[in-house]
């Protein structure tokens, strides 16, 4: 497949193509996804939901990792998913050449429970949700296309997966899966995204927490980076894949010099962990930036805020190795 962005793909600045994907064209953008990962063994993940409903009683800061993880069971196996991205990437260091959108059909403001909230600010960001009723992917046909793409359930040849404060995220995508509602459990859940997705999972957000002077969401954390989006507007799923995976790439550089290590750590360490579902704190001393390191803008805009979510595959071990 011939992409638009080949500038991207060999590590430049091009242009970011963001492909749209509705019901009439998921077998055709399938057929690409599956080209794409061939060649770009690095993915960014983001979706899109209505909220959440259900809110434990106590802190969000006071709660365990457990109790955490029953609130994101009670909202996602309420709610409906409405849009999932992928960026994808050469390498740790290259820009994403490709990204896709995937919209869903199944949700439905005027019936399905949601946070009202959050409906209007995904459709103030541009989310048609007639449209979506109308023309978007089936969940189940996208389950089995997910299944076939070589995205998941890769064993070995697992792609390396990017996202932000995800927990949320994988939770909609492992539901979507299985087909049916979340474990009853967090290790259950965690063992789920292991096998679906690997073991190189990376939550900028749990990065973030090891890097002095970082906070906030992703636009926040973008802000203070340097980083701009490459396409498209926040709170859309495609656009807030891209833009993970450019703020992760930009906390390697300024924090752990490219992937080197840093006192002791390299960025692989952090491998494996969801932001908010540590079932051991990463108790790691706060890292500095790299003495080259150009100075970040201070900026302030928590995305939880809403509740929104919000090699060549052939040899994970070379792209493991590339990310320490």
């Keep these: 497949m011939k992409l638009q962005t080949e500038a991207a793909a060999a590590g430049g600045e091009g242009r970011l193509m963001i492909r749209q994907v509705w019901a009439n064209n998921v077998e055709s953008e399938f057929q690409a996804i599956r080209q794409v990962a061939e060649r770009f063994p690095y993915v960014s993940m983001d ?23 029953a609130a994101l069971k009670a909202n996602v196996d309420a709610l409906h ?8 990437a050469a390498s740790p260091d290259a820009a994403p050449a490709v990204a896709f959108e995937i919209n869903l059909r199944e949700f439905d403001p005027r019936v399905h429970r949601h946070n009202p909230s959050s409906v209007a600010l995904l459709a103030g960001h541009g989310l048609d949700f007639a449209k979506q009723r109308r023309q978007g992917v089936d ?24 996202t932000f404060h995800s927990a949320y995220d994988f939770g909609y995508l492992v539901k979507l899966l299985m087909g049916r509602k979340l474990p009853r459990t967090l290790p259950e859940f965690l063992g789920l995204v292991r096998v679906f997705f690997g073991d190189q999972v990376y939550d900028a957000r749990h990065v973030m927490d090891s890097c002095a002077g970082l906070y906030g969401g992703l636009d926040a954390l973008a802000a203070q980076l340097g980083v ?9 799923a495609g656009s807030d894949a891209a833009l993970t995976w450019d ?52 900026n302030n805009k928590n995305k939880c ?4 979510g919000a090699g060549g595959r052939g040899n994970n071990r ?3 190795a590339a990310l320490r």
């Excluded at 998913?81 to 994808?88: E, S, T, Y």
């Excluded at 701009?228 to 859309?236: E, F, I, Y």
């Excluded at 290590?261 to 790299?290: D, I, K, M």
């Design 318 to 320: 070379r792209a493991v």
């Design 247 to 298: 703020v992760f790439r930009r906390i390697r550089e300024v924090y752990f010099a490219g992937g080197s290590r840093r006192q002791g750590q390299g960025v692989g360490s952090f491998a494996g962990v969801l932001y908010g579902l540590e079932l051991e704190l990463h108790l790691a001393t706060p890292l500095a930036p790299a003495p080259a390191a150009d100075n970040v803008n201070r």
């Design 81 to 88: 998913l409405i849009q999932v991205g992928l960026a994808f």
């Design 47 to 69: 979706t899109e939901f209505p909220g959440v409903i259900h809110c434990p009683s106590k802190h969000h800061a006071t709660l365990t990792p457990s109790e955490r993880y």
């Design 305 to 308: 805020g809403n509740g929104n």
């Design 139 to 162: 969940a189940r046909v996208l389950a089995a296309l997910l299944m076939s793409s070589g995205l998941v359930c890769s064993g070995a040849s697992a792609p390396t997966w990017v």
């Design 228 to 236: 701009q989006r490459a396409a498209g507007m926040s709170h859309q």
